[in-house]
Every structure is written in C-alpha cells, then in structure tokens.
C-alpha cells in the first residue's frame, strides 16, 4: 500500500483564510546566494560576464528557438481547451467558495502585475519600431500601409492571447494546488501527481521552486530596468533631469523605497490600492490621446488589426528562424516569450493568489480575455496615434524611436495638446507600476521560499525586492537594455521545460476530479465517442459480416464433403 498522503477533497479544505508558514532556510540560502553571486560576478567581471552571456545568448537562439515557439503554442492550445471543457466547472477552492476579491479589484491587480510598465515602455515604441523597420518575413515597405498594419498585429501577438496563456497555465496549476488541493502556494505543490507529495517537499519539490526564483527574480528585474529607463527619460523631458546612468540608480532606490513601505501596508491595502490607482491613471491617458488624437483612425485600427491579427495569428505563432531572420526572431518574439516565461511563476502565482473561488472556465476567460481587450484598445490608441502622426508628417518620432523605446511614449505626447502635462502624469504611471510590480513579485518570492505561504513574512519579501532591484540596477549599469533581454532568454530556457510538465501535471489532476462531471458531458470526450461509434458500425458491419461469409464457406465445404 502506499504511504503517498491523500489530498483531501474540495469540500474538507479549510480555505477561507490565507495561511502562514515559516521560510525554508534551505530554498531562500541558496537562492539568495546564487542570484548574490550573478551580481557580483556582472558588477566585478563585466566583460567575462558579457562574453560569457552573450556566448550563450547565440547558442540558445541558434538550437532552442523552435522550443520557445512551440511551447508558446502548447500554452494557448491548452488553455482555450481547459476552460471550454468540462474542467471549466471545477472550483477553486471548496464547492461552495465565494470570490475573495470583487471584479474589479481582481482585474486591475491581474493587469498591473501581468504587464503594467512593458506596456508604459513599448506601447507606442514597438508599433513605432515596426512601423520604420518591418519584420522581414512581413515584406512590407517602411512607413506604408502595409507596414502600419504590420506594426499591430505583431504588436497584438507579442502582447495578448499568448503571453496571457502562459500566465493562465501557470495561475490555474498553482491555484487548483493550493485551493482546491491545499497543498500551498508553491510551484512544486502543482507537480505532486507527476512527483509524488514526498518528492514534492523534497529536494525535487526545492530544485523547481529554485528555477522559479531564478525565472522570478531577472523576469521581474528586466521589467524594473525598463521601468528605470523610462522614469530617467520622463524627468529628462518633464524636468530636464539629464537621462543617465546615475539618475536611473537613483530612481530604483527611490521607488525600491516606496516599495517597501507598499509591502508593509500588506496586499489588501498597498498592492491594491496602487493597483486600482494605475488602472485608472492609465485609463485617463488613453482617453485623453483618443479625444485629442486621431480620433476616427483609431477607430478604425481597432477592427482592422483585430482582423488581420486573427487572420494571420498562425503563421505568426508558428514562425522559426529555419525561413525567416533569426536575428529579428530573437530580438523580439523569442525575447518576448522569455519574458513572459520567466514572469510565470510570479504573475501565475499572484493570479493564483487573489484568484480563490472562482471557476476555472471564469479564471481562464477572464485572465486570456479582459488584459488582452484592454492591451488591443491600449496598442490601438497609443501606437496608433504615433502611427498616424508620423505616417502625415505631423510629428517627427523616428528620432525618439532611434534613441531607444523608452522615449517613444513622451514624444508622442509631446505631440500632442498639453504634452507637458501629460507625460508627467506617463511617468507617474511608470513609477506606481514599478511599485506594483516589485511589491507583487516580492509577495510571490516570499510564498515561493515559504512553503507557499499566502501571507510570507513581510521581511523575507522586503529582502527579495530589494535583491530584485539591485539586480536590476546591476545589469543596466552593465549593458542596459541588452543584458536585461539576454538575462531573461538564459534562465527562461529551463524554465520552458519546467511549464511543459505542468502542462502535463495539470491535465492529469483535472481528469481526475469530480467537481468536472462526468466524462461524457466533455465536448472532446463527445466527439470521441462519435468517433468510436463509427469506428464500431464499420467494424460491426464489415468485421462480424466477412466473418460469417467465412464460416459459412467452410460450412458448406463440409457439408459437402460429408454428401460425397
């Protein structure tokens, strides 16, 4: 008999408040140790550290590029099939569980830590980029129509459906694990029914969680370095405050300390709070460049991009560097799938955090739907309007395009009515995102190396932020932008590996599950029973039919031999 604990079922799961645990010494002295030592190793050694990363930044793109793509792919599958299959009923959490947080509160804490500043950065800078410089498996132009279309769906691909997916697969395993098997808030807790519950809080269990961290850790970190970048060239234009070096490791001390007095304040008061409050400063950009902008084109573009994103959604998430420019690939579709990979464990695991009660069906449609809607109206009217104002001429933003993506956004704006105003506002924006995504990824470093504690001490999370922000600090001093997208593409690489089995681990948990109905009420299991229907009439009607003519022969054969 085995000696594997048995998870409780939905209903004797105590779940209606968070828990608390105590920190594994062993999962955050080793994490804290390795990560200590890959800044102290790029800070010292700058140029081995740039040999070595490049060198194998090359290798990567050259021989696993395909797997970045696929996996990508698998993700997106996936999740449209979980949610509209029979394990949408599932709960999570108990039977009867209510949502902890309203609607709103969830969406708004959902986007801001899914992708608050990298939207700040290339919302306007990578339609822009794509726009002057096309994708070359496009074939279009520079700067026409074509291009312009381009520019969006490429945008609306790196942007929407799959990034949210892989944050889906991520949320869904750990969320199932920890409320509706209450096993905790951990990476490992989703991988019991491939591991066992023994080697899940082994060393096996600690080796995931580790690659986790790492993932967490330079995921988060890239995403601070281009929120630093943005802030310095906001008061560069607001204030004319010199966009160096020192003033953006200047702004990461300064919003590292806002972060950690968010982080006291706890999730229901400072995560939330400021999470709300970017929700609606965003909004009121976007509304204003939509009245004051080019109203009527925006409109348009919002159908017209939808459309040809869709049309050409295949091709474009199927594209390798076998045909195309590797290079570009990796610049940018294999840079963002990294990102977005190395972001799982923490966006999966806030999702998964403030996600309790809700179904699965409404957990995967409300993380795949309600960001990407918002993302397509956001690219449409920031991106769109640079579009539109460089295409006629009205404004000039080659050059901010030229001086880095960071500068794309307030050129714009300074484009436009009040522009001052504005891009001030743009980079307060930046700042409270920078809050929100550091304080959120600290909370997920926290329960990660606490056994998945809902609530982790609040010091271990101050102590992993401020290790997120120097290494962030750290790498921009090293090689700016460049080591932050080389950093991200090196730890995602067995991160992908990781996301793959939880693919697998999840889809055997919720086949199992008794919150999902029978089998037979399943779409799939549906067209398979057709399908072994038919099977079965044509075996019915041929098989048993040549059968009997056989006998029948042989029958007569013996008839006849006894007659002679």
């Given at each position: ?310 049309q050409n959604l295949l091709p474009m998430a199927t594209r390798t560097g076998a045909f195309s420019d590797h290079a570009w690939l990796g610049a940018w579709t294999i840079f963002y799938w990294a990102w977005w990979l190395s972001w799982a464990p923490f966006v999966g695991t806030f999702i998964a955090r403030i996600s309790h009660g809700r179904s699965v069906r409404e957990f995967l449609i409300g993380v795949l739907l309600v960001p990407s809607g918002a993302t397509v109206i956001w690219f449409c009217v920031m991106g769109g309007t640079a ?178």
């Open positions: 008999m085995s000696t594997e604990p048995i998870d409780p079922s939905p209903s004797e799961i105590p779940h209606s408040r968070p828990v608390h645990a105590a920190p594994d010494r062993v999962l955050v002295t080793i994490g804290m140790a390795a990560v200590a030592a890959v800044v102290l190793w790029a800070w010292l050694g700058e140029e081995s550290f740039d040999s070595v990363s490049s060198t194998s930044l090359t290798w990567v793109l050259n021989n696993f590029g395909w797997l970045f793509v696929v996996a990508a792919d698998v993700f997106l599958v996936l999740c449209l099939v979980i949610a509209f299959s029979r394990f949408g009923r599932i709960r999570l959490g108990r039977d009867d569980a209510e949502p902890e947080f309203g609607n709103l509160a969830w969406i708004a804490m959902m986007f801001s830590a899914g992708m608050g500043i990298g939207l700040m950065f290339y919302g306007v800078g990578e339609p822009l980029t794509h726009f002057l410089a096309p994708p070359p498996a496009s074939g279009a132009q520079p700067e026409s129509a074509a291009a312009a279309r381009t520019a969006m769906e490429y945008s609306f691909f790196h942007w929407t459906l799959t990034p949210w997916a892989i944050y889906g697969i991520a949320g869904l395993a750990l969320a199932y694990a920890g409320f509706r098997k209450g096993r905790g808030n951990r990476l490992s807790a989703a991988f019991v029914p491939l591991i066992g519950a023994r080697r899940a809080v082994s060393w096996q269990g600690r080796v995931i969680d580790l690659l986790a961290v790492f993932a967490t850790v330079f995921g988060t970190a890239t995403s601070l370095g281009l929120g630093a970048l943005q802030v310095a060239e906001g008061l560069d234009i607001t204030a004319g405050v010199d966009a160096t070096r020192t003033s953006e490791l200047v702004i990461i001390g300064a919003l590292s300390a806002a972060f950690v007095v968010s982080a006291f304040s706890g999730l229901h008061r400072g995560v939330k709070w400021l999470s709300t409050l970017n929700i609606v400063l965003a909004a009121a950009v976007m509304v204003f460049v939509f009245l004051v902008g080019p109203t009527v084109y925006i409109l348009d573009t919002i159908p017209a991009s939808v459309g040809g994103y869709l579009l539109r104002l460089q295409s006629t001429g009205e404004a000039d933003l080659a050059g901010a395009v030229a001086d880095g993506a960071e500068a794309s956004l307030f050129a714009m704006l300074d484009a436009l009515p009040i522009g001052s105003v504005t891009s001030f506002i743009a980079m307060v924006l930046v700042m409270t995102y920078f809050v929100t995504s550091a304080d959120s990824a600290s909370l997920v470093m926290g329960s990660l190396t606490s056994r998945g504690a809902l609530h982790p001490p609040t010091l271990l999370v101050v102590v992993w932020g401020v290790l997120m922000a120097s290494v962030a600090a750290v790498l921009l001093v090293v090689g700016g932008l460049d080591s932050l997208q080389t950093a991200t593409i090196l730890v995602a690489l067995p991160f992908v590996v990781v996301m793959l089995l939880l693919c697998w681990s999840l889809v055997r948990e919720l086949r199992e599950d008794p919150g999902a109905g029978p089998a037979r009420h399943h779409a799939l299991h549906g067209l398979a029973d057709v399908v072994r229907t038919m099977v079965g009439d044509v075996v019915t009607e041929q098989g048993p039919s040549r059968h009997h003519r056989l006998r029948r022969a042989a029958k007569a054969r013996r008839e006849s031999d006894d007659d002679t």
